[in-house]
């Protein structure tokens, strides 16, 4: 009899670990997997191979592709990640172990160059980096990728594509954890707020009262002036040089690779407003990054080094007679005004569809050497077109005319 009971007791205890711990979950599993309300494409044959050098070459060691559900990860990356995301991922790599960001939401964050660059040399785009250089991708430098590299990078611009084919869904409506409530409910308000990446461009620019202290002189105290701009040349040197270089002239390490090249800091004059929404936002459209993670008083920092870089005095060349501004104005009225816009905001009404969006010129003022330049060459890279057309005296005015739509913040001294 006892024989009897120990072995029913046996088996029924072997069924019911297999219903609770095989059968339930994956009953469960298959229900939010059904629940997605996105369609979700398979992988392509590019991509499914780059997901293959993904895992040869170990990045998942490094690298999770799972946003996590505590405030910290939905802070940065947007709502946690759920089982539909990754229902084609075989082998699933959401991974336990970080040293480098979680990769689960890295579509469109980053651009093509920059992803290139940063595999050939992570150092040269990220400084202080800890992820190993992947050269042989490469066939010597960065702008020439082997086709391995091109599949990886197809296989990158797949990470959170689910996610944003399904209107960014927030969570499910019940989730039962045994969390903090407290904790929970920061949870569910992150998630109810509306995630934006952030290289897309956004609007909310916080306003940098430091900066316009700092910059407009009088009104700082010498001491947090000179403060501030220590500071902002030290986060220079580890976040900017390696793509602007250490001068700010646009020859850093990883230039080689970029296309459009990065803007030379000390060719132009930038309202403290604009730096602000530059840092903000990035540069849709080409490796600029955001740098809305530095906390506000690193970003005026950086805001009063990167004035600080531009030499050239201001009233070369900007005192134009009226008669050689209203030529320009003619000049620009005819050709630059449908992607700069009437007052040179950057607002004409052909900019919407291009990337990098026209210069702003209202916060943006170009040296005449450098505007010269881009009549000449144009800037590679982005819709800016040369000019060859526009030539002589004309080519002067409309010079002088675009560095006159500068607007001098109030209280500025330089
Ligand atoms: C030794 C650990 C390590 C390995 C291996 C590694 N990485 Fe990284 N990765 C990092 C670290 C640390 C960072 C953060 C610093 C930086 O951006 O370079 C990073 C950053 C990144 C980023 C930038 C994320 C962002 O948007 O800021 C991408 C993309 C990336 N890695 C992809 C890869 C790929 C693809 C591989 C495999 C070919 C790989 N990593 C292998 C450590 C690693
Ligand atoms: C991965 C390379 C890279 C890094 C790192 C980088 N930039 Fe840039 N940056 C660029 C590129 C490329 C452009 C040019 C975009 C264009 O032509 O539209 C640019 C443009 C800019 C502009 C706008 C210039 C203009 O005239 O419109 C500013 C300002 C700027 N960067 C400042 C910074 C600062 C400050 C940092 C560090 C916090 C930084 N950048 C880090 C690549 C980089
Ligand atoms: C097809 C749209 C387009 C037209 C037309 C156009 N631009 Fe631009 N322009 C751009 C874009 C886009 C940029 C931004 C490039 C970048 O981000 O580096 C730009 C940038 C510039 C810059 C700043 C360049 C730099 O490197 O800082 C100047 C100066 C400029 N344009 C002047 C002009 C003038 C003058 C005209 C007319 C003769 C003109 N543009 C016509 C699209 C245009």
């Given at each position: 009899?006892a024989?009897l ?21 994956g009953l ?20 499914r ?12 060691l ?7 559900f505590l ?41 093509a ?20 250089p ?5 066939k ?6 082997t086709?391995?590299a ?15 084919s ?13 969390m903090?409530?407290a ?10 707020a ?7 461009a ?24 000179q403060?501030?701009a220590?500071r902002?040349a ?29 803007a ?13 929404s530059?840092?903000?936002n ?14 506000a ?10 004035q ?10 900007v005192?134009?007679s ?11 009225a005819?050709?630059?005004?449908n ?6 905001d950057?607002?004409?009404?052909a ?19 450098l ?6 060459e144009?800037v590679?890279?982005t ?10 005296a ?21």
């Amino acid at each position: 009899m006892a024989y009897l009971v120990i072995f029913v007791a046996g088996i029924g205890f072997f069924a019911l670990s297999f219903v609770a711990l095989g059968v339930l979950p994956g009953l469960r599993l298959e229900k939010e997997m059904n629940s997605a309300r996105a369609v979700i494409s398979a992988y392509s044959d590019a991509e499914r191979r780059g997901q293959q050098t993904y895992v040869s070459l170990g990045c998942a060691l490094c690298h999770t592709q799972q946003v996590r559900f505590l405030p910290t990860d939905i802070r940065r990356w947007g709502p946690p990640t759920q089982a539909w995301e990754t229902q084609y991922d075989f082998p699933q790599l959401w991974g336990t172990r970080r040293i480098g960001p979680d990769l689960a939401r890295e579509s469109g964050v980053r651009s093509a160059d920059w992803q290139l660059t940063h595999l050939h040399n992570p150092q040269s785009v990220v400084p202080g980096s800890a992820m190993p250089p992947f050269p042989w991708l490469f066939k010597g430098s960065p702008a020439r990728p082997t086709a391995a590299a091109n599949d990886l990078l197809a296989y990158l611009n797949t990470l959170g594509r689910a996610r944003q084919s399904a209107g960014g869904v927030a969570m499910s409506k019940k989730v039962d954890t045994e969390m903090d409530p407290a904790m929970m409910a920061e949870i569910e308000s992150l998630c109810a707020a509306p995630f934006v990446n952030p290289s897309q461009a956004n609007s909310d620019i916080p306003t940098f009262s430091t900066v316009t202290n700092a910059t407009s002189g009088s009104v700082a105290p010498p001491s947090t002036g000179q403060k501030l701009a220590a500071r902002g040349a030290e986060l220079f040197a580890q976040n900017c040089a390696g793509c602007h270089g250490s001068a700010g002239d646009g020859e850093g390490r990883a230039a080689e690779g970029l296309l459009p090249r990065p803007a030379n800091l000390r060719a132009s004059r930038y309202s403290a407003q604009g730096l602000a929404s530059i840092l903000w936002n990035g540069v849709a459209g080409s490796s600029m990054p955001a740098w809305r993670d530095l906390p506000a008083a690193d970003l005026a920092s950086l805001v009063t080094h990167v004035q600080t870089l531009h030499t050239q005095p201001v009233d070369a060349g900007v005192l134009a007679s009226t008669a050689t501004l209203a030529r320009g104005a003619t000049v620009y009225a005819a050709n630059c005004v449908n992607c700069h816009g009437v007052n040179g905001d950057g607002h004409g009404p052909a900019a919407m569809a291009l990337l990098p969006r026209p210069a702003d010129l209202t916060h943006k003022q170009p040296d005449a050497s450098l505007v010269q330049r881009v009549l000449n060459e144009g800037v590679p890279g982005t819709s800016m077109p040369p000019w060859p057309g526009v030539s002589g005296a004309d080519r002067q005015a409309v010079a002088a005319f675009v560095r006159s739509l500068y607007i001098m913040p109030a209280g500025a001294t330089k």
